[in-house]
Structures are given as structure tokens and as C-alpha cells.
């Protein structure tokens, strides 16, 4: 039994690291208000790229970060919110499995 619950665990494990490498490619598009800021990041919040609205290189640099912040932020809450649920899924999936486990799958969500 002991040696069950283990392959279990390692089983479980496994899943969670192929899902954090497929959310290496599973990209989040953040902007901030009227599109002057898009911030592209993966579901592991690494930022690929930023791009801005022409109208803001010959603006002032305050306006800039303003709305670099914003589309940043926005970018990484997408992020965090489908790595939560892609994890959240894998442990879901795996600890029904394991026996006397079966509550923890909730503390992922």
C-alpha cells in the first residue's frame, strides 16, 4: 500500500511539472486602459513582450509607467489566475487517487 501511495505521489508530481512547463507556452495578453500599454506574459509570468501606443513615446515618462504598471499588473493577475486553475486541476485529478488524500486537493484552489 505504501509503495502504491508513493507512485501515486510521484505520479502526481509528474503531472505538475508537464503542467508548468506547457504553461511556459500559454500566453496571457495584459493592457492598460485604451490599449496604450500590451503586455504579453506567460501563465508562468514571464514577461515576452511590451509593446506601446506611439502617442506615448513623445509623452511625459509619469504617463508611461502609469500605464506600464497597469498593463504589467494586468498581464500577471491573468497568469496567476490560469496557473491557479491549471494547477488546482492537477491536484484535483491526483489526490481523489491517493488514498486518505482526498481533501487536499482543495487546499490548491
Known sequence: MFGDMMS?????KKKAEETKERLNHVMVNGQSPQGKVTVI???????K???FDDSLMHG?????????VLALN????????VNEAEMASVAKDAMPSIPGMGG????FK
Do not use: F, H, R, V
Open 8 to 12: 501515486k505521489l510521484q505520479e502526481a
Open 41 to 47: 506574459a506567460t501563465a508562468n509570468s514571464e514577461i
Open 49 to 51: 513582450s511590451i509593446e
Open 60 to 68: 511625459d515618462k509619469e504617463e508611461l509607467t502609469d500605464y506600464l
Open 74 to 81: 494586468d498581464a500577471l493577475s491573468k497568469a496567476k489566475s
Open 104 to 107: 487536499l486537493g482543495n487546499m
